[in-house]
């Protein structure tokens, strides 16, 4: 990935870590295309900020991913716009709790649009644009997909799909393009759903005695977009170690 300003493409990227990797990446020189569903206004402040600092560096793309129709679409849009693609980030992501005995069909397909089915017909359509880049995609993974919670059947079962699709993107895309993973712990508490007491028993239980922060992950998105030569179908644990104790 030579240009001096390569194109990554973002899912889920206006708002939270997706907002993070946006930045950092538009930092380190990249011209960005930022998908994202509801969150116009989030998109157009992220955009606004980013133009402001380089006019002309960013593509705002809206789509439901769950609409596998339209996933191609993102893709030659974007190569459409900046003339080539050097990396996809396959960030965008539902979670909710499913707890056995509730969970619905409905629900398995939300989550594994989103989490699975999306990321892998998006890395189809990028395909021959990042084998003409020799680019490289990351995918945001989960540690629950290793360590599954019980009440996160679905999620879980979603994000290993994922695990296991990175590693079989990587097969199938070598030699021309890499293709790696990273499996965040807690970073950014949900919206909805964690107490004081949740938060503090998670922060107990992480040997680093924290959680990470979302620049932290847009380092390694960084990193295996552009130095991580020799490494594909790898998944990159950022969890403060918390898979050693759950």
Known sequence: ????????LVTGAAKRIGAAISRHLHAAGCDLALHYRHSAGEMQALVDALEAERPGST????????????????IERTAAHFGRLDGLVNNAST???????????????????????????????AAPHLRAARGAIVNILDIYAERPLAELAAYAGSKAALTALTKALALSLAPEVRVNGIAPGAVIWPET?????????????????RAGSPDEIADAVQWLLFQAGFMTGEVLRLDGGRCLTL
């Open 59 to 74: 593509l705002a793309l809206q789509a439901d991913l769950a609409d596998t129709a339209a996933l191609p679409g993102l």
């Open 95 to 125: 979670f909710y709790a499913t707890p056995l005995g509730t969970i619905t069909e409905a629900q398995w397909d939300e989550l594994f649009a989103s989490n699975a089915k999306a990321p892998l017909f998006l890395a189809q359509a």
């Open 193 to 209: 759903g964690k107490s004081v007491d949740d938060i503090r028993h998670i922060i107990d239980r992480t040997p680093l005695g």
């Open 1 to 8: 990935m030579s240009p001096a300003r390569p194109v990554v």
